[in-house]
């Protein structure tokens, strides 16, 4: 009864403002004030991962001044984009709460049957490429039988598949262990040297602030409508404005070099399309809340195996989507390929950029934050003619800070009585 | 028992006939975990269902809900006699169900557990009318809910509760079971939730609750059923007294409840015979 005595009283507010005790900001100065306060009880965001890439440019540029140079930086776009694409079907076997450890094996399988198919057998590329992502995605599928009908934990079953994968990439390869992809082709100046016409590339970066733009007048105009407060035009002018203004800056500054490369167009759009994927539609809602509470989710009618099917064999397709690219960087299809650190620095960067190990939270641009702290200290020790020892044991201390931060921030978060 | 059947015929529920059982039995191997239920619940009314741990509650309410299935009799859902084969065909018959513990996802924020499973457009969530509904069901049920787009680790238990009846709602159900709905929650929350419970009952819906709780339970029920052992052990209305509830629940006439009671009603007979 007290709240129609209370619609009666404040009948002009609005649906989700009636409540006394909810604290709202307006206005610019109040989406930063908002941004502080989230930040203070530890939902972080991207922000962790932000300061560390700045801190970690800092420091290089300050050792080697080459480092940030435009000429540097387009190679280390181009090396992003294969660890970053396997990265990226991390994020979705972390949404589910799950691993998979063979993702390295996967690629280099992947990129084994590019070499067996294209040159040894002649298929058309298309062809070959099509064909290892289709094995990438069958793998998946068997990991999902193990999981979903036998209860085989994925650790496990990624870990047998890890080494069985392994024996099939050297087994197509044979005695000769390595197999040339021819220079001058498609498939390998696309992972070398292809980049986008300096003018396409700055209207490429206008492309996301419009659409920041569009959709956030369109989403004032729908919550205006339905009696929702909305977030204040000039708010979404100003995030539009910076990304934009941010975006072309790396542009003009790429542009003065070779310029974007397609493989890291393609890598961007590939995380563009994920993150909608992830954030607005249902299978991406059911991916979340499995990961959250798997019994809550199969409770509401979603159909759980399925999700985790689904967060499989997108993740070994997109590894084996890597070890394709990767393959086309190095023009050649070798033994040595998905092997070493590809595994780890795949799941690190999910995880450096903050992807939680446990489920339920993350997003897609975290594979892109976090493959590229990993290639900055990669590429910054090697400028410094540093040998790969100490790579390891830096990699290995940032990932340790990240999953560090994560924890604390999850134990703030939890005080502050946010999920 | 006596009493009972005085008072059996004196309130006339007003609704319709929503659901009726007749014989309901199930048994688990050797085990009767159910014999030969009967229960009858209308329209705009509260039914609680009291009895001792390993009464038969839970696993009629999960008979109900489509988890079990009877061994023996029969149920009548608004006329029509039906089997459900499982959670989703009772839920689509209108009956939804309120579990213990509420499985909600504390990752996802209310609007997202409101539609889980259920989201509207699935190719492009619409979150503004999901948004809006969200509102409109906890407005119908005068909620407390700062708002709906903070995570549902961030409620207490009662909103928590709150949360999980209004998605119950959300596909319009004839009849509510809720699960021991009050048992986690401290004072006023736990008031907050019977409010809730009344208000659902005010809207035409049929409404179960289980409960250990006899205040709770005098508070909202409209009927109380008792069971024990399985079986049917009488129906109560809420003036009944905790003595006679207590013994219906345990069987025995003599405990520690009835005879606190014995010694308080001796003590109120004794000082009002010393006042003339």
């Known amino acids: 009864m007290t709240g129609n005595v209370k619609d009666n009283a404040f009948p002009a507010t609005m649906l989700d403002r009636s409540d006394e005790r909810l604290k709202h900001e307006a206005g610019i ?5 908002a941004f502080i306060d989230r930040v203070r009880s530890g939902d972080l965001g991207s922000l962790p991962v932000v300061v560390g890439l700045a801190l970690i440019w800092t420091v290089f540029a300050s050792l080697n001044p080459i480092f940030l140079s435009s000429n540097n930086l387009v190679n280390l776009l181009f090396d992003c984009s ?3 694409v396997i990265a990226l079907g991390i994020v979705c076997v972390l949404m589910v709460g799950e691993i998979d450890l063979s993702v390295g094996s996967i690629s280099g399988f992947a990129s084994a049957i590019v070499g067996t198919l294209w040159v040894n057998q002649g298929w058309p590329v298309v062809l070959a490429i099509l064909a290892a992502v289709a094995v990438g995605g ?3 599928s068997l990991y999902a039988l193990l999981y979903n009908r036998l209860g085989m934990p994925s650790f496990v079953a990624t870990l047998s598949g890890l080494l069985a994968v392994l024996g099939m990439q050297l087994y197509i390869l044979g005695s000769t262990g390595s197999i040339n992809l021819p220079y001058g082709s498609a498939m390998v100046n696309f992972g070398q040297m292809l980049v986008m016409p300096r003018l396409l590339a700055h209207i490429l970066a206008v492309v996301p602030g419009v659409v920041m733009l569009w959709t956030g007048v369109r989403t004032i105009s729908r919550r205006r409508e339905a009696n929702l407060s909305a977030p204040s035009l000039g708010s ?7 990304t934009t203004l941010v975006l072309e800056i790396i542009v003009l500054y790429l542009n003065q070099d070779r310029g974007i490369p397609w493989m890291f167009g393609l890598f961007v759009g590939l995380v563009m399309l994920m993150n909608y994927a992830l954030t607005r539609t249902q299978w991406g809602r059911s991916m979340t809340a499995v990961g959250g509470n798997r019994e809550a989710a199969r409770r509401a009618g979603i159909n759980v195996r399925r999700i985790y099917a689904s967060a499989f064999v997108l993740c070994s397709m997109l590894a084996a989507l890597g070890g394709v690219l990767s393959a086309s960087r190095l023009a050649s299809a070798s033994q ?6 590809v595994n780890l620095n795949a799941i690190a960067a999910a995880v450096i950029g903050g992807t939680s190990l446990f489920g339920g939270r993350g ?4 594979a892109l934050l976090g493959i590229i702290v990993i290639q900055s200290i990669a590429n910054g020790l090697t400028l410094l003619d540093l040998s790969s020892s100490l790579r390891y044991m830096i990699t290995g201390g940032v990932l340790a800070i990240a999953v560090i931060v994560d924890s604390l921030a999850r134990r703030s978060r939890v005080s502050h009585g946010r999920a | 028992m006596a009493r009972m059947t005085e008072t059996i015929d004196r309130k006339t529920p007003a609704g319709e006939m929503v659901l009726s059982l007749r014989g309901i039995s199930k048994s688990f191997g050797a085990v009767s975990a159910l014999t030969d239920i009967d229960l009858d619940v209308h329209a705009g009314e509260v039914v609680a269902l009291v009895g001792d741990n390993g009464a038969g ?3 009629l309410v999960k008979t109900l809900a489509g988890v079990h299935q009877p061994t023996a009799g029969t149920i009548t859902f608004r006329g029509q006699p039906v089997t459900m084969t499982d959670p989703s065909a009772a839920l689509n018959l209108g009956i939804a169900t309120v579990f213990q513990d509420l499985a909600l996802c504390e990752n996802l924020d209310v609007v997202a557990n409101i539609f889980l499973g259920r989201e509207l457009k699935p190719m492009q969530l619409d979150e503004t009318a999901m948004e809006v509904r969200s509102w409109t069901l906890l407005n119908e049920l005068s909620a407390r809910i700062p708002s709906v787009r903070i995570p549902i680790a961030s409620l207490s238990g009662g909103q928590r509760q709150t949360v999980a009846i209004a998605r119950s709602l959300l596909l319009e159900p004839k009849l509510i079971l809720l699960d021991e709905p009050t048992a986690a929650l401290g004072v006023a929350q736990t008031a907050e939730v019977l409010n809730l419970i009344e208000r659902v009952r005010d809207r035409g819906l049929a409404v179960i609750m289980i ?9 909202v029920a409209d009927r109380i059923v008792v069971l024990r052992l399985g079986r049917n052990n009488g129906v109560f209305y809420p003036d009944a007294t905790n003595q006679e509830l207590v013994g219906a629940i345990t069987g025995a006439v003599d405990n520690s409840v009835t005879r606190r009671e014995d010694r308080r009603h001796a003590e109120q007979q004794l000082s009002e015979g010393g006042q003339p």
């Open chain 1, 363 to 366: 997003n897609a641009y975290s």
């Open chain 2, 57 to 59: 509650k839970s696993t």
């Open chain 1, 29 to 33: 100065g109040g989406a930063v004030r």
């Open chain 1, 82 to 84: 294969t660890v970053g």
């Open chain 2, 211 to 219: 409960s250990h709780n006899m205040e709770d339970v005098r508070a």
């Open chain 1, 236 to 242: 979404i002018v100003l995030r539009a404005a910076a």
């Open chain 1, 336 to 341: 040595q390929a998905g092997t070493g650190d």
């Open chain 1, 138 to 140: 069958l793998i998946g």
